[in-house]
């Protein structure tokens, strides 16, 4: 008996004598025992070429030899290095086997391992990180999971000192990963507040320097972890360095942030944070404990099941921050299906009001009322999620009459936050406030407020101060003579009249579920009052009723493998992939597949994978073999379908049906199309024709619009991602994207700093063209782009190809563009702009013929209100008064000819810049009648030109003023005059 005890006892996890070895463990020592039969007594050049031989005979011996390998480095670590190294050597798929393994074991089963194991976890983790493996972002990612809040028991402290130590001496290697950067930095941020003991003061004071590192280093990045930041914080801004921080970032945001554009705390406030993060600080057993507590437990049955969970995670005094984070993740993360919220399952409202009758400590209280209205501080109806402030309102309701000092302490603690928050914000968080109940009355979790404020359990003050805040939420004040009905207290009761009230009332006591009861014998005998508390979702979830009335409208052999798709969709990747395969064939054989076929097979099929679309797609990491991998799901396989060569290199006609539907019900269908075409091995000219097909046939027949609506989807999913499609779009479709100025928005909208290096490079490098040259004109309309241009004419000399289209721009109020590069020109060769704008003033009323005949016809010309509207607002300009611009013969010849081509209104609008003209007048006529010669029109005002002697001008000048007002005799010359002279 002894014998076989020892035989069966697991070398990996902590064990029990009734407990048995789990699946992949076997794999694992059956691998390790066909390791040691290969290997033995053999050379070390010898057992690399017999585990090379093995590995390469097929997938399954390579996955034996490989968790082989695995399990020696866990349970061995005398030879992990020698192990580790012959896994690098025969591994076929960049150790993708061996991390994914080792991940699953991290998820599943890391705090059962045994001492040694987690060791050697940590140890191998690290060799990967040092050797830049693909994939071990995600067991760091796993491992941080684990890391557990509200613990500083040995082993998490361990953990959470020795992942610290990866971070921070492969910094470089973490910041190329966004997503965990932020899951490390939202992590130790969150587990400072836990190691406030003498003992644990060094390893503190690491993570504080960790943080702080990160925040100011990539603080752009880190905001994008949300408004739980600030949360976070807050919590530790008594510390020197954070306290530091905070000063900046409430005086002098800008200075953190790589984005300009960065205004404070309140932008960041108004950013939901990403579910991701919230669920990152529990560990996996916790948030497998609470989803089955709140999808699966029902009322009346709960208090085992939170005994169970108190007893585990709850027991200890540095416990009591834990309640943040599982408030958090309730509120955030667990948003059930209406048939979950209908049902008779325990509500989230009720777990989170057990989480506060058992919170012993002030200042976790408090920080647990921080964390359940969190989000109602910035709630904005038409962005914010209803889910995410329903439990606070419907913990206040139904605590008012079990545990009445529970909402009043709520309802105290939300009159008090508006002001004490950050007072310069008050404003803006008493407008989320309103904001968040207005969402609860519109959306019917209550049908009225004023039972809870007005109800006579809490006391004078208190309502006052409520009444004060939330008058419009109350209900108006009554002369005394009018007695509110009783049943009125109860939020959602129909009024009730003489005993049908009392019996009403006392059958509503009897089966309203509380918090934490103890267990009894009596079960609830009707469900809570659906009419009155069912919560609406904001975004309609798709759940297994949908699908299944979907299934419902499918037929024949499709019906079939949809079942099968429905019953296995929990299974591995590969065999749902073949699945879809199979319907796929079924599709092309069925001669009747058509729209009212295809639309309840393509509603099925955007609900099953609805997890699928909001999946991150591009890997982080990016080569042939990632690339590859992601797209390895089911959707990809209708798509590869769709793609698939023919004699006639037209779609599939029934697939493409199919597509188009699915493109019509599920808006990420179009930028996961072009990410497919794109990242697939296909070679031709024009990869992405098939999506040109798909967009030709669905709702919007436009290639355009489709590209601005999945653009702009894919923007705001992943703005990496849409990065990445920036080229082969534009390359492939030059008719629809490069005067597409709606997409260019988008585009330029979105990126960062480094995105736009990089898009700039291939502009430079000719691998991308994002607008043309007769277009660029209408692309100019963002202040950034215009001050960056303007810095470039600057350093430019002025030619008719600069000035033209600088004249043409039409001037809004206030735009000083045309003025203030004019200027700087004029200020470097006033001549030289002042023949180039003659040039252009005499082609503004020359006939169309006689421009094509000497210029480019594709230029266009500016025209005389375009003209003078710029010279009049040059004419007004400091700069210009130190030249004598205005002065120069040709540009008085220009004004001369294009006043003769005005209207009155014109003339009449521009007088003063044509009083300049009638110097030229003025003196043509003096010069003929020998009375007088020209004065510079720059001297002087030309309202005040009669009260100035012309004795001071030579007669040269009179007579050079006379040659240029004559008409100069035509001559016949052999060869045509050439464009941009001034014979004309």
Known sequence: MDEKKTSV??????????????????????????????????????????????ACKSMQQHEEITLGLLYSILTNPAAASKSYRDLTLVSRDGMATAWARLNQIIIERYPKLVESARTQVVWYTKEMVNNGVTGVDNVCSSLIKQIAGGDVSPKNVWLAENLLDIFTEKRAWLDKYPVLTNMALYTYLRIIEDHSSPMLVPLRQREVDFCISLLRSK???????????????????????????????????QTLSSNPQFTGIMQLLSQRTSPKYLACRLTPDMEKKLVFLTSKVKFGQQKRYQDWFQKQYLSTPESQSLRCDLIRYICGVVHPSNDILCSDVIQRWAVIGWLLTTCTSNVAASSAKLALFYDWLVFSSPKGNIMDIEPAILVMHHSMRSHPAITATLLDFLCRIIANFYPPLEAQIRQGVFNSLRAILEKRVLSSLSPLFDNSKLDKELRSMIRENFSEFCTPETPPAVKEPAAALDAGEPMQKDDDTAAQSNHKEETVPEFSDEEEDERMNCKVDEMTFRPINEEEEEDNVDIESYLEQIDGNLKDICEQLYEQRDTDMERQCELIENLCSVILDTDSFDADTAGPLAMFLCTLYKTHFTSELLPQDINEESIEDSIGKPIFVIFRNLNQENEDELCPVELLTLVCCM???????????????????????NKLAVYEEVCKNTELKDLSKCLVKDFKTCEEDDPRLMCYLIQPVYANFPDATVKNIELLN??????????????????MEGCLEIFKKDSVASVLDHPEALASILLMLKLERCTLDFLRPVLCRVGQNGDRFATAILCNWIIQDEQHIAEQTKTLMMRSTTSNKRIRQRTNPKLQNPTPPQILAHLDALRQAAGIRQTMFFSQEPVLQGLQHIQKACTDAQKTKYSDLFALVDFIEDSSRSTRSGRGTRRSPGVTSPRNKKQVSNNDNSSSDSEENEEVTKPKPKKRKKSTVAAGSDSD
């Not at 909208?749 to 291939?762: F, M, T, V, W």
């Open 9 to 54: 006892k697991s070398k990996l996890f902590i064990s029990t004598i009734i407990e048995t070895k789990d699946e992949l463990e076997e794999r694992m020592e059956r691998g390790y025992e066909s390791l040691t039969k290969l290997t033995t007594d053999l050379s070390e050049r010898e057992a690399h070429d017999a585990l090379n031989a093995a």
């Open 219 to 253: 603080f752009s990045d880190c905001c994008r972890i949300g408004r739980d930041l600030l949360r976070l914080l807050q919590n530790v801004a008594r510390i020197p360095e954070f306290e530091k921080l905070w000063t900046e970032i409430l005086h002098s945001p």
């Open 663 to 685: 493109y019509e019900k599920q808006k990420q269908i179009g930028y996961h199309l072009l990410y497919f075409l794109q990242a697939s091995k296909k070679s031709s000219e």
């Open 746 to 763: 988008i585009v330029a909208g979105s990126l960062d700093s480094a995105q736009l290096q990089d898009l700039i490079c291939e502009i």
